[in-house]
């Protein structure tokens, strides 16, 4: 089973995108779930995590610009991002936190004009 992140796209520096991520039930409710995104040459990293009970946290690029949620009736984790910057340019991922492997999906290309 990969998770398979939706709602990248080209946005200019200041916009909006919110991302989708949609899973089973049996990944989605019993996990922490966690938005990962891999900025060119670099490596992928976490940047935003939420509970399975909605506690969230974020990694300081991110803090205050980017929400993250889930809906644990739908099975789907949710990523608004806003006063974007191109330095948020990458692939995004979803997968659970800790992630595993197997969950890799191909993400989505997030691209932030300048």
């Known amino acids: 089973v990969q998770l398979q992140a939706s709602g990248g796209g080209l946005v200019q520096t200041g916009g909006s995108l919110r991302l989708s991520c949609a899973t089973s039930?049996?990944?989605?409710?019993?996990?922490?779930m966690g938005w990962y995104r891999q900025a060119p040459g670099n490596q992928r990293e976490l940047i935003a995590r939420?509970?399975?009970?909605?506690?969230?946290n974020y990694d300081d690029s991110v803090k205050g610009r980017f929400t993250v949620s889930r809906d644990n009736v739908k099975n789907t984790l949710y990523l608004q991002m806003t006063s974007m910057k191109p330095e948020d340019t990458g692939v995004y991922y979803c997968?659970?936190?800790?992630?595993?492997?197997?969950?890799w999906g191909q993400g989505t290309l997030v691209t932030v004009s300048s």
């Open positions: 039930n049996r990944i989605f409710n019993p996990n922490a």
């Open positions: 939420a509970s399975k009970f909605g506690r969230t």
């Open positions: 997968n659970t936190h800790p992630a595993v492997d197997r969950y």
